[in-house]
Nanobody, 128 residues
Framework: QVQLVESGGGSVQTGGSLRLSCAAS????????MGWFRQAPGKEREGVAV???????TYADSVKGRFTVSQDNAKITLFLQMNSLKPEDTAMYYC??????????????????????WGQGTQVTVSS
C-alpha cells in the first residue's frame, strides 16, 4: 500500500499562483500513476491532472494551460503548479495514486474511481 500526504494549499486572489505537493510513502516502486483531484462544496470530485510512470501527463480541459503536474526524480513526490487561479478553482485538492493505468476508448482516465489510494486533501481558496 501507499500513503499520501498533501501540502501547499492556501488562499490567494484571482490570478495568483500556488504549488501543491504530495509526498508518497510505503510501496511506491510499482506505482503506475499519481494524480490530482478536487472537490468543491456541493459538487462531485473531479480529476485535475495525472502523471503516469512513463512521464505522460493528462489534464482536465478546465486547467489546461494554467496548471502543470510534475514529479521528482525519485518518483515519490508529486507537484501541481497552479497559475492564473480563478475563483472556480476553489476546492479541496486531493492527491491520488494507483498501480494501474486505466484508459477508455484510448483516452487516459481522470475518473476518481480509477484511483485506489488517496490523501486527506489540502484546501485551495481563490478570492475575486
Amino acid at each position: 500500500q501507499v500513503q499520501l500526504v498533501e501540502s501547499g494549499g492556501g488562499s490567494v486572489q484571482t490570478g495568483g499562483s500556488l504549488r501543491l505537493s504530495c509526498a508518497a510513502s510505503g510501496y511506491t516502486d510499482s506505482l503506475s500513476s499519481m494524480g490530482w483531484f478536487r472537490q468543491a462544496p456541493g459538487k462531485e470530485r473531479e480529476g485535475v491532472a495525472v502523471f503516469d510512470s512513463d512521464g505522460s501527463t493528462t489534464y482536465a480541459d478546465s486547467v489546461k494551460g494554467r496548471f502543470t503536474v510534475s514529479q521528482d526524480n525519485a518518483k515519490i513526490t508529486l507537484f501541481l503548479q497552479m497559475n492564473s487561479l480563478k475563483p472556480e478553482d476553489t476546492a479541496m485538492y486531493y492527491c491520488a495514486a494507483d498501480y494501474r493505468i486505466r484508459r477508455y476508448s484510448g483516452s487516459r482516465s481522470l475518473l476518481p474511481a480509477d484511483f485506489g489510494y488517496w490523501g486527506q486533501g489540502t484546501q485551495v481558496t481563490v478570492s475575486s
